[in-house]
């Protein structure tokens, strides 16, 4: 019988080819017949290859006695008795009835897999080929075949599998502070492979199956760790359980202590009352009863005006290694006595010794307990009256007249209007009717302040900076530090501010007007430190600086003033009013309006709210703008500000009204309702 294949190929000539390599036989010595050609579909999906028969001349078959091969059923029940598979895994599906009911015709030709073993069928006029896909190792009689190969009944085929486990890893640890167990788990996976089953074909290729089975931690050693680490105090089994069996890698709180419980440090209690209301009193109907407003309380000579309390001790907690763990430690109030105050009963009450507004300042563990004076007038503030300067609250029955001044350290509450007049007030306004082409002011002494602190913040970095610079040049061999202590850093700081600290020296000099412009509203160390930047740092040529020292003790000055602003508090610092007309209303705290607002400007360093209309002028808030209604049709335009991190909200925003958070503006072309503007993470400009 004449030797001849079947061969398939990506092309007729790649067929042809595969098909020469296997008979072993050269190109004229082999007929072909081309039994389908290629076909290439789009993208190459579900093309079909080239299909050849080869076949060599003039040469016959001359094996005899070919050993029979076993039936297909009966190597199937052979394969499925030898396969020993692990008790929790299950094997790949039995091969189809149609391939075990094939009858000898149909198999001819062909290879399958079944149950992890090759099987195939020889046949006179077509050989079965098999290849091995990548990552699978096929062996043929013992060799390893990484390509396509013609097997047949005699051929031992074996393909090498290998499970493969993979521990799973745990730790234990204690938290530094010892009220947590914490378990730190990474799965383990035991991994089984196996031969995919594949229908009886002419060619096979070889494939290989997965099956990823996770491996449960066991809990006796973690049990035993805990008591190795002497954990024995609020451990959650219901965890460890969870953690064991866990698929992801992850830390599981195991174990948690007690923690203590805080106790109270000594506080100030009050027997009167003592803070300024912004609120507004509602009647029982909903509307506001602008005339009943709870202003500025204040007490009469001889009462109590309250109780120094005593700490409270906690209550000590359990670390999980069953050790107590001290509650935080409690301290005293320290209570100094202010103006208008007596303490009595061993410093535990204090005494209104004179009639006016309660004022309570703490810091810390120390607090200053004062009685304000209050000053009361009766009628309009005129020419008669003359202009007011009072270091207390201010209570004006009448209203501010024209050109006249106001102004004080403490509160200020005017019961009718103010009529193109300054008021000005280092703590809250409050008009109870209109704010008429006037400047008021609440806080202003804060603003000077603000204005210091954002630039004494600055220079504070380029001051630390600076030293490190000094401290690096010093160590070159240019620079000699006796020569600094003979001339000064002066020629040292003129290079830095020819260089990178080119802003430092205006800067600096900003700082020191400022400061200078404040005399009547800081305190002398501010003067001190102005003094000594101006001779050090602005005066560069004759520059008292010697050493890096002495810088670095301008910077622990200054560090020490920056923090005492930053903590100043303004929200004793408000305006509240009416209506706002043709006026400058300032605030370091917030602006309440309750009517409206005409063609004013606001800026506020906390929040502005108008429970009613803004028609023209500008609004500056730092924080949020919230509005009833902006905007006029026709009229002056309305302008409303934030920066980048406030936000805007206007109950009706009419057309052409602008608005700008950060540097983004928006103009209204129509009228909109229920407006929300504010920055998202991109710094894009989003209006709802």
């Known amino acids: 019988m004449e030797r001849n294949i079947v061969s398939k190929g990506k092309t007729v000539k790649e067929a042809v080819s595969i098909a020469l390599e296997l008979l072993n036989a050269k190109r004229d010595e082999v007929d072909i017949e081309i039994i389908e050609h290629e076909e290439k579909r789009f993208l190459g999906l579900r093309s079909r290859p080239a299909v050849v028969r080869v076949t060599v001349r003039g040469e016959k078959n001359n094996r005899e006695d070919v050993e029979q091969p076993l039936s297909a059923m009966e190597a199937l029940r052979q394969a499925v008795e030898s396969m020993d598979f692990p008790e929790d895994f299950s094997p790949v599906p039995d091969a189809p009835d149609d391939a075990a009911s094939e009858d000898e015709h149909e198999l001819s030709g062909k290879v399958w897999v079944s149950e992890g073993r090759i099987y195939c ?32 009944e005699n051929d ?64 006796d050693p973690i049990l035993d760790k805990l008591k190795e680490l002497e954990v024995a105090h609020g451990v959650d089994f219901s965890e460890i359980a969870r953690a064991c069996t866990s698929e992801v890698e992850g830390t599981f709180v195991i174990a948690r202590g007690t923690p203590p419980t805080p106790g ?11 803070e300024i209301k912004k609120g507004l009193k509602h009647r029982e109907d909903g509307t506001i009863d602008y005339r009943e407003i709870q202003q500025f309380p204040s007490v009469e000579r001889g009462q109590v005006l309250g109780v120094v309390q005593p700490p409270q001790q906690g209550i000590a907690g359990i670390s999980v290694t069953n050790e107590m763990v001290s509650a935080p430690e409690v301290y005293p109030l320290s209570v100094i006595e202010g103006k208008g105050v007596a303490l009595v009963e061993n410093g535990t009450k204090a005494v209104a010794t004179a009639s006016g507004h309660p004022e309570i300042v703490v810091k810390g563990h120390v607090a200053k307990i004062s009685v304000i004076p209050k000053l009361i007038l009766s009628k309009d503030i005129d020419i008669q009256t003359g202009n007011i ?144 930047m101006q001779r050090g740092f602005i005066n560069a040529t004759f520059s008292e600086f010697r050493t890096v020292e002495d810088i670095q003790q301008v910077i622990k000055l200054a560090e020490e003033l920056y923090h005492s602003v930053s903590e100043t508090d303004n929200e004793l610092c408000f305006i509240k009013a009416s209506i706002a007309h043709n006026s400058e209303l300032y605030s370091s705290g917030d602006i309440l309006i ?36 902006a905007g006029t049709r026709g009229g002056i335009a309305t302008k409303i500000f934030v920066p980048k991190t406030g936000t805007i909200r206007i109950g009706l925003a009419i057309e052409d009204t602008v608005i700008q958070v950060g540097n983004k503006a928006h103009t209204f072309t129509a009228s909109a309702t229920n407006v929300y503007a504010r920055l998202n993470k991109f710094g894009e400009l989003i209006i709802e």
Not at 186 to 198: F, H
Not at 202 to 211: D, G, I, P, S
Request: proline share 3%.
């Open 121 to 152: 069928k020889d046949a006179p006029d077509r050989y079965p080929m098999v290849a091995p896909k990548k990552g699978v190792k096929f062996y043929k009689n013992g060799e390893l075949i990484e390509k396509t190969v013609v097997v047949s």
């Open 156 to 219: 031992l085929l074996q393909v090498e599998l290998e499970d493969e486990i993979m521990e799973p890893k745990w730790e234990v640890k204690v938290s530094d502070d010892g009220m947590a167990a914490l378990l730190k788990v990474t799965p383990g996976i035991r991994i089984y492979r196996r031969l995919m089953d594949k229908l009886p074909h002419q060619f096979v290729e070889l494939e290989v199956t997965e099956l990823k089975d996770f491996i449960v931690i066991d809990i």
């Open 264 to 274: 109270k440090n000594g506080y100030f209690q009050p027997t009167q009352e003592v």
């Open 389 to 532: 300067h009072y270091i207390g609250d201010v209570e004006i029955l009448g209203s501010v007249q024209d050109a006249m001044l106001v102004e004080t350290q403490g509160n200020i509450f005017v019961r009718e209007n103010i009529n193109r007049a300054k008021v000005f007030s280092g703590k809250a306004i409050i008009v109870q009717n209109n704010v008429i082409s006037s400047e008021v002011a609440a806080g202003k002494n804060n603003l000077l302040k603000a204005d210091i602190s954002l630039i004494l913040g600055d220079l504070l970095g380029q001051m630390k900076n600076m030293v490190r610079a000094i401290q690096q040049l010093s160590s070159v061999s240019a620079f000699k530090v006796s020569t600094f202590t003979r001339t000064g850093l002066g020629p040292l700081l003129k290079i830095l501010y020819d260089g990178k600290y080119r802003l430092f020296l205006p800067l600096t000099k900003t700082l020191v007007r400022h400061i200078h412009s404040g005399r009547d509203a800081l305190e002398e160390k501010w003067f001190e430190l102005a003094e000594r």
């Open 594 to 629: 309750e009517k409206g607002i005409y063609n004013s400007r606001l800026h506020a360093g906390g929040c502005i709210e108008v429970d009613g209309f803004v028609r023209g002028g500008e609004i500056y808030a730092t924080k949020v703008v919230k509005v009833a209604e």
